[in-house]
């Protein structure tokens, strides 16, 4: 580890189980941390565990972390501005918080990673290892913060995606929130079941356990959740309805085939879902020069994220003088053309170059 990494400087504000994991993996990659937390307690309880480095705040932080209910993040995210470095966020639901927070400075952004631990006492440096990190910029966000957001997420083992925050907020409800209120519902029905049958969560194992492990998690952050995201979630749960109505008409009718064929769909649909980042062989570079115009870089990344392209690695070489810059993505090689091609068809220059 350099001396100069062990300078660099960061902020968490709110320490619970993400913003301690989070706290974790930037002491392990060589960060100052501060951290704070409404709750006294919690903030000296990171101390103690080794998520942080002091309590307070930081007024030379080079980037902040606020891991805050979604309903107090505009608020948490104008005080870690006000300092003057770069600000990002954990919250589940994206198009709220950047109507209320638009600055240059801030980049959204939601970590895919949880677990049923509550509070930081649950905190892992590896928390977001293999995990996917979705950051949500927008037309005025500065490319220099959202590249500092992207190259320090990353170094958490995190994959990294750009979406628009309304792009973010269709998605997520459907392969995070509708799936956590439906772990939930379930979890609701076997308790009641249980009531009447003892032996019945004895029983509980393997499967059930699996599709209902999210539901450990802490209530409470699921109501700001819900409530900034209800349009998304209730379009999601009105589809998922009709499906669940939908298999239940198969199952009653005895039509097996029809069974045989939904059943067949999922197992391919789930057995289909991507890994994690590839070996270095099997990346490649994009080079998309880009001129110094808001919007820009955040219009590219969120083309590759359109295209269900992940971008593993971003660079922004600049020349003194030169009002351009050099945007450089790196990707899997087998989608580097694809990328390049979408990024030509806006009027843009692209170029491949293998990095194996």
């Known amino acids: 580890m350099s001396a100069a990494a062990a300078t660099r400087r960061a902020a968490v504000i709110g320490t619970g189980l993400i913003g301690g994991s989070v706290g974790m993996a930037l002491r392990q990659e060589g960060w100052h941390v501060a951290g704070s937390d409404q709750d006294p307690h919690r903030a000296r309880t990171a101390l103690e565990l080794g998520a942080i480095d002091e309590?307070?705040?930081?007024?030379?932080?080079?980037?902040?972390?606020?891991?805050?209910?979604?309903?107090s993040v505009a608020r948490a995210a104008a005080a870690g501005l006000a300092a003057g470095g770069v600000v990002t966020d954990v919250g589940s639901v994206k198009a709220g918080v950047a109507a209320q927070v638009d600055h240059p400075r801030f980049v959204g952004g939601h970590p895919m990673a949880g677990s049923e631990a509550l509070g930081v006492e649950g905190a892992r440096a590896d928390l977001f290892q293999g995990a996917v990190w979705v950051l949500t910029p927008t037309a005025t966000t500065d490319p220099r913060a959202h590249a500092l957001?992207?190259?320090?997420?990353?170094?958490?083992?995190?994959?990294?995606?750009?979406?628009?925050?309304?792009?973010?907020?269709?998605?997520?409800?459907?392969?995070?929130?509708?799936?956590?209120?439906?772990?939930?519902?379930?979890m609701g029905l076997a308790a009641r079941r249980g009531e009447s049958d003892a032996t019945l969560l004895r029983l509980a194992a393997g499967g059930f356990r699996d599709m209902t492990r999210v539901a450990a998690g802490d209530p409470s952050?699921?109501?700001?959740?819900?409530?900034?995201?209800?349009?998304?979630?209730?379009?999601?749960?009105?589809?998922?309805?009709?499906?669940?109505?939908?298999?239940?008409?198969?199952?009653?009718d005895g039509d097996a085939e029809e069974l045989e064929s939904q059943l067949q769909r999922a197992h391919v649909a789930r057995r289909a879902l991507p890994v994690s980042a590839p070996p270095p062989e099997q990346l490649a570079e994009v080079r998309v020069p880009i001129p110094d115009r808001a919007g820009e870089f955040a219009a590219i990344a969120a083309l590759a994220g359109a295209h269900d392209i992940n971008v593993y690695d971003i660079e922004i070489a600049h020349h003194a003088g030169v009002p351009t810059g050099l945007l450089i993505l790196v990707v899997s090689a087998e989608r580097a053309d694809e990328l390049a091609g979408a990024v030509s068809a806006t009027g843009r220059t692209a170029s491949v170059h293998e990095l194996g």
């Open 55 to 71: 309590v307070g705040d930081d007024a030379s932080a080079e980037l902040t972390f606020v891991a805050v209910p979604v309903g």
């Open 149 to 186: 957001v992207h190259s320090v997420v990353r170094s958490f083992g995190a994959d990294v995606i750009t979406l628009d925050p309304q792009q973010h907020d269709r998605v997520v409800a459907t392969v995070s929130h509708v799936p956590h209120l439906t772990a939930a519902a379930l």
């Open 221 to 252: 952050m699921w109501l700001d959740i819900c409530s900034d995201n209800s349009e998304a979630i209730l379009d999601v749960l009105d589809e998922l309805i009709g499906s669940l109505s939908s298999l239940r008409n198969v199952v009653a």
